[in-house]
């Protein structure tokens, strides 16, 4: 959502059957920041 992708797209896109799944992620943040390979892949 920071990159100003709408959260019903990101719902498709993650096979997400309600919004309350995808809260949660949402909450979480992305897993991904800070990792070693970051913008390796």
Known sequence: MERGIHPTRLKQLGRHKSYA???VYLELGDPFEGHP???VL
């Open 21 to 23: 799944v995808l809260d």
């Open 37 to 39: 390979l970051n913008g």
